[in-house]
Every structure is written in structure tokens, then in C-alpha cells.
């Protein structure tokens, strides 16, 4: 009899260590598990923030592009509006001579001529018209590069040539008048939805009205 429970003894150890050690394994590969879930969501935490700063950066950088296109559309307008007033003036000028009441103040008339055309030649109203368009249209492809790139498909080393590029086309523009800067920024923010932007500063309507001649 004493034999007999001995073994019921034994029997009811074994099955008590052997269910002790299968809830240590059913422990411990909960706990790995539950590791490998806080650590996978570290990293996607950590991805997702690399994801939105790589982001940011395409978004400064796309504003800063559309800023310049903008800058440089606005130099071409005021340079061709120039070059064309100069033209029509000259040759408003030289009909007038065929008349007989100018004929009289034919020096006067020819030094009109001559100024205008020594402005023209001085400040190459054409020359830096077609300057200021190549930049804006440079300015306008590389944004229709960066717009191409999906959010999940820009990588780091995009966002860091995207910037080099920026600067490559700043080093071949000439120098900016810094009132018309603003108010190509302040236009850029109103565009992208920004009504009345409190990060821009909108320059006085003086500054504004001889934004293309002082900075």
C-alpha cells in the first residue's frame, strides 16, 4: 500500500513539474514575442519619423523652389515691360521727326532717342529678360521633378540632392532684391492655402510699389 502511493506520489510530482515547465516555456515565448512587437514598433516608430523629417525637407525645399520661379517670372515681366516701353518710345520718337512741329526741337528729339537707347544698351533690358526666364523655367522643372516623387518613395539621399540642386540654381542667379523676395514668398503661402500667412512678413506698400527698382 505504501508502495502504491509512493508511486501516485511521484506520478502527481512528474505531472506537476512537467506542467510547471510548460508554463515557463509558454512564458518565455510570450515574452520574446511580446520584445519582438516592441521592438518592430520602435523601429517603424523610428522609420516614420525618418519618413515625415525626409518629408519636411522636400517641402522646404519645394517652396523655396516655387519661391524662385516665382521671383524670377516676376523679373522676366518687369524686364520685357521695359525692353518693350523703351522700343515703342524709340520709334515714337523717330516718327515724330517726320512731323512738322518736332522738327524744330530735332535735338531734343534725337537726344530722347539716343537716351533711351543708351538705357537699353546700359541695363540689356532683353538680355537679362531672357536671364530671368531661363531661371524661372529651370526653377518650374526641377519642382516638376521633386512633385513626381511619391511620399513613401523619397529617400534621404533625395532630400540631400534636392537641396544641392536648389543651391546649384542660386549660384547662377543674380543678386535678389530682398523686398521682392518676401512678396514672392508671401504669394507662394497664399497659393498653398496660407490666407493670411503670420510666418511672412508682407512688405509696406512702398517697399511693395519700387520692389523691382530697391531692395
Not at 506542467?19 to 518565455?28: N, P, R, T, W
Not at 546700359?122 to 531672357?130: S, T
Not at 549660384?171 to 497664399?190: F, G, H, N, R
Request: glycine fraction near 6%; include cysteine.
Amino acid at each position: 500500500m505504501d508502495s502504491m502511493e509512493q508511486r501516485i506520489a511521484d506520478d502527481v510530482v512528474a505531472l506537476a513539474k512537467s506542467i510547471a515547465e510548460a508554463i515557463a516555456g509558454e512564458i518565455a515565448v510570450a515574452t520574446t514575442k511580446s520584445a519582438a512587437v516592441a521592438g518592430a514598433t520602435e523601429d517603424e516608430k523610428a522609420e516614420a519619423e525618418a519618413r515625415n523629417a525626409r518629408w519636411a525637407k522636400r517641402c522646404e525645399t519645394l517652396n523655396k523652389v516655387y519661391v524662385t520661379a516665382r521671383y524670377h517670372r516676376r523679373r522676366q515681366r518687369f524686364f520685357d515691360i521695359l525692353d518693350k516701353v523703351t522700343k515703342a518710345a524709340t520709334v515714337l520718337l523717330g516718327a515724330s521727326l517726320a512731323g512738322e512741329t518736332l522738327k524744330a526741337h530735332l535735338p531734343l528729339v534725337a537726344s530722347g532717342i539716343a537716351g533711351l537707347g543708351l538705357l537699353s544698351l546700359v541695363f540689356g533690358y532683353g538680355d537679362r529678360k531672357q536671364v530671368h526666364k531661363e531661371l524661372g523655367e529651370t526653377a518650374l522643372l526641377f519642382a516638376a521633378k521633386i512633385e513626381g516623387i511619391p511620399f513613401d518613395n523619397v529617400t534621404a539621399s533625395q532630400a540631400a540632392e534636392w537641396i544641392a540642386e536648389r543651391v546649384r540654381i542660386d549660384s547662377k542667379e543674380p543678386p535678389a532684391l530682398k523686398s521682392l523676395v518676401l512678396m514672392c514668398e508671401y504669394d507662394q503661402a497664399v497659393a498653398e492655402g496660407h490666407s493670411n500667412p503670420a510666418h511672412i512678413q508682407r512688405p509696406s506698400w512702398p517697399r511693395r510699389v519700387f520692389a523691382d527698382f530697391l531692395s
